[in-house]
């Protein structure tokens, strides 16, 4: 197996994490949960293949800014499913394994980190979809 390096390897990296999530979401191989992320992009399946295979010499147009908030909504999406998740373990915390837990939490923060730091790098980022459940600070 060789090794890809291209200019662009943060945005294939989030296509490829995009097609996973994708996949383990409808239960189907990742070829087949491609044209769903394809919809989200607004990218072609062959286009997100190719980003995925590092056959593009360079992402042109606003290839690169779909790719970025498709991803913070996929991401966004998957924050709340586990903070979903993590209100259901807390909420039945009787027999729940405590790592379980410790993981899901684990898993939002990093998803967090990652959308702060899209901001930081000036991607708008819509709120988030779980506000509504946090506590309101004061």
Not at 8 to 18: A, I, L
Not at 33 to 43: I, K, P
Not at 72 to 80: D, M, P, V, W
Not at 90 to 118: F, H, N, T, W, Y
Request: glycine letters at 6%; aromatic letters at 4%; charged letters at 25%.
């Amino acid at each position: 197996m060789s090794l890809v390096i291209t200019p662009y390897e943060g945005h294939r990296r989030r296509v490829r994490w995009m097609e996973a999530i994708e996949a383990e979401r409808l239960q189907v191989p990742i070829p087949d949960a491609r044209d769903a992320v394809a919809r989200a992009t607004s990218l072609t399946p062959s286009q997100l293949e190719n980003i995925r295979k590092g056959k593009l010499k360079d992402l042109y147009g606003g290839m690169k800014r779909r790719i970025d908030l498709a991803f913070i909504a996929f991401a966004q999406k998957e924050i709340g499913n586990l903070g979903h998740e993590l209100l259901l373990a807390e909420a039945s915390a009787r027999g729940v394994d405590p790592s379980v837990v410790e993981k899901a939490q684990a898993s939002i923060d990093a998803l967090e980190q990652l959308i702060a730091e899209a901001r930081a790098a000036g991607i708008t980022v819509p709120p988030k979809p779980h506000a509504a459940l946090e506590a309101p600070s004061c």
